[in-house]
């Protein structure tokens, strides 16, 4: 037999009702109490039975979207995507962020598995998903994007990384730039394959592929006054200064702030002293003067997609999971 409500309490040494409140939200509860709760509900395994509370009060309506980093406005431009969709259906989006930390990611999760939710829309924290099948499991549809749902099989989004990292590569070559470092916030799968792109492009013009020219960031979340100053502009006085590059590919809009940050603070002529492009484009980097080249994101699309997969496994579609592929575009500015 499972654990019920009060095993939960009795963990945690709080009441039922606070147990209830946590689960539901529906009271404010101190933050040390609600951490000592959801403490217990993982030590304990406990799950709220999904069928049965539908069977009292039916339907939520409400789709969770859990992210690895709210910072960054990639995911806030995707919800704005998803929520236009849900929106029409009668959906309500719940916004939670994860903070890059794996721990926390596994506690919003299972909140919103206790509220009922009807579905889920993930950016996942880490590359191992495979503790989500105790988690979800088949107590509502999911859909991943941005990164693989590695150990856990479900639907998933992502954009063509490895052929826009390529292009944007390819691109600062045919400019003129042999020395080109590449700056990423983070390593992960998705990652990987920008920085794939990179070398492949380099390889395709017979340049070598330098490892001393690859800097990857420990993916920590920063705000953005302390990626200004952070890794990635730590990276890019390294390879300007040390390794003499000419030009960096940034491989997402977080790199990418620190890396102009840097270039800009020391007046480094843009494009003659120093070529950018990034992954990821922004309406900052068309402001920047000169404007940054970029390879854009469809972000309309990956979350008309996430929206739509979401949708057709909530009214019943079984067909095998599949990954889907967000072609990516290159667009030229003044940087390069």
Known sequence: MGASMKDVARLANVSTATVSHVINNTRNVNPETRDKVMKAIRDLHYNVNPVARNLRSG???????????LANYFFTDIAL???????????????I???EDPAKEEDNIRSLIMQNVDGLIIAPVGQDCSYMEKV???????????????GFARDYILSTNFEGAFEG?????????????FINSRVDETMLERMNGYKAALEKHGLPVLDDLICSGTGQPMSMGELRTGESYQYARYLFEEKR???????????????????????????????VVTFDDSFWLSMSSPAVTAVNQNKFSIGQRAAGTLLERIEGDSRPYSEYRIPTNLVVRDSC
């Open 59 to 69: 339907s939520s309506r409400v789709i969770g979207y859990v992210v690895s980093n």
């Open 81 to 95: 995507s998803i929520d236009s969709i849900l929106s029409e259906k009668g959906y309500h989006l719940i916004y």
């Open 97 to 99: 962020n994860s903070n």
């Open 136 to 150: 979800i499991g088949n107590r509502c549809p999911c859909v991943f994007f941005d990164r693989k749902p590695n």
């Open 169 to 181: 590569t390819e691109h600062l070559i045919e400019r003129g730039h042999t020395q080109i470092g």
């Open 245 to 275: 590059v000419s030009a960096v590919f940034c491989g997402n809009a977080l790199a990418g702030v620190g890396a102009i940050s840097y270039i800009k603070e020391k007046a480094l002529a843009i494009p003659e002293k120093a070529g």
